[in-house]
């Protein structure tokens, strides 16, 4: 049995033994909760918008949840919608924010006042890859093709991504040219509000390659409106085997974003053991297979201490490279 497993045995059990505060049911496939209220820092069309959603329509798809709804509040680099969650801590204990290695990045840069230990901490559930992309219709067939582009006229190469430069899309890119033997501070990066916004840019010929998430990639490449010049993996994605990763492509490239959801600070205990187990019960259901394989991302369940341990860990390692790189 793997530790996965025995994590979400744990959580059954110790669910099994709280009193739950909307109709929790032990985990035989029934309705474990009557709604869940789900908070996006961000506009539709992003990664957040489309974890959130996926993760409440495999709830409610799976019987698991009776009725999810949704709130985006955009701003502040996720910033408000955090405040937002803290200010009304008390009114917010039905409520999930999702969120991202950005409010790691953010907090450590000092975008956003807040970090995630003043949230509380539900569970990590997902990981999406990076990707390098351009538009379908661009001469740049291969990312061999982008870096003999990029090394002809460096400053007349752009690279567009959904966050402020020195967000997690342009640490990306770093991270991408600097394996490539590039500097990684010298190419030219173009932040956008958004990952829909950036998408649009390149889909407009305003960008010529486009940091951006696997999964927001996967569903444009099957519509043949841009082209997967490589992903962070170590190897292909089953979810689009079409991608070569950089690795294969001899360039050192390797990032996983987790995702995954926080509560207001100072929810009660029953509630979080509540939410983790409904989660863990939810990554075990064919109605979450069926939609994280189509948004292209791993499973990755870290509930509670597991979390906090992954993303102190996380916080280092992206502090030491951004200092490395110049953001900080």
Do not use: C
């Amino acid at each position: 049995m793997n530790t996965l497993e025995w994590t979400r045995r744990g959580l059954i059990a110790a669910a099994t033994a709280t009193v739950a505060f909307t109709g929790m049911a032990h985990a035989d496939g029934h309705q474990m909760m009557d709604s869940v209220h789900f908070l996006i820092p961000g506009g539709a069309g992003g990664g957040w918008d489309g974890t959130a959603r996926g993760t409440g329509e495999a709830l409610v798809n799976s019987g698991l949840v009776g009725n999810a709804t949704y709130e985006n509040m955009s701003g502040g680099g996720g910033g408000v919608a955090i405040g937002n969650l803290i200010e009304n801590a008390d009114s917010s204990h039905g409520t999930l924010m999702v969120n991202s290695t950005p409010i790691v990045i953010r907090a450590l840069t000092g975008e956003i006042a807040q970090s995630f230990r003043d949230l509380t901490l539900v569970a990590g559930t997902v990981g999406d890859y990076a990707a390098l992309v351009v538009n379908a219709e661009s001469p740049i067939m291969s990312m061999e093709d982008a870096l003999a582009a990029y090394r002809e006229a460096p400053q007349d190469f752009a690279i567009g991504g959904g966050s402020v430069p020195g967000g997690m899309d342009h640490l990306v890119a770093a991270i991408i040219m600097q394996g490539a033997g590039e500097d990684p501070t010298a190419f030219n990066y173009i932040g956008y509000d958004a990952g829909g916004e950036a998408m649009a840019g390149l889909l407009s010929g305003e960008i010529d390659a486009l940091s951006t998430g696997f999964s927001e990639a996967v569903a444009l490449a099957d519509q043949g409106a841009i082209r997967i010049l490589g992903v962070t993996a170590p190897e292909r994605v089953p979810a689009y085997e079409e991608a070569p990763s950089f690795v294969e492509q001899g360039i050192d490239a390797q990032f996983v974003n987790w995702r995954g959801f926080f509560a207001a600070p100072g929810l009660p205990e029953d509630q979080l053991v509540a939410y983790q187990n409904l989660l863990a019960e939810m990554m075990d259901t064919p109605e979450w297979e069926e939609i994280r394989a189509s948004m292209g991302l791993v499973n990755i369940f870290r509930p509670g201490d597991e979390f906090k341990a992954f993303l102190e860990g996380q916080e280092q390692q992206i502090g030491d490279l951004m200092r490395e790189l110049g953001f900080l």
